[in-house]
């Protein structure tokens, strides 16, 4: 599945509809989100049975208070509705897809 846009009003529906959702925080004047946007993409190119979500940190301010968001980019795995996941940073291709595949077991 490609990944999705959501804004924060769209964040609930989406993670009662899907059992694992994958939310990316990011804006688009970050560096290290220019890094980390193809792995994202790749990754989620990988798995058809999860939801990537991008989330821009710009024009949602009440996500980034919400989920706790410090600094981008930031990985939020939702499971069941349930944050399981929270981290900020690039990870390769290889680390993203395991956590992925871990946090989906």
Same mark, same amino acid.
């Given at each position: 599945? &490609? ?80 944050? /399981? ?17 871990? /946090?989906? &077991?």
């Amino acid at each position: 599945m &490609a990944h999705l846009n959501l804004s924060e009003a769209d964040i609930d529906s989406t993670a009662q509809e899907n059992p694992l959702v994958v939310l990316y925080f990011w804006a688009p004047w970050c560096a290290p989100c220019k890094q980390f946007g193809p792995v994202f993409e790749e990754v989620a190119g990988r798995h058809s049975d999860v939801v990537f979500a991008k989330v821009n940190a710009d024009d949602n301010p009440g996500a980034i208070e919400r989920f706790g968001v410090k600094s981008i980019p930031t990985i939020v795995i939702l499971k069941g509705g349930d944050p /399981v996941y929270k981290e900020a940073g690039v990870m390769n291709d290889l680390s993203f897809d395991t956590l992925v595949r871990m /946090v989906g &077991a």
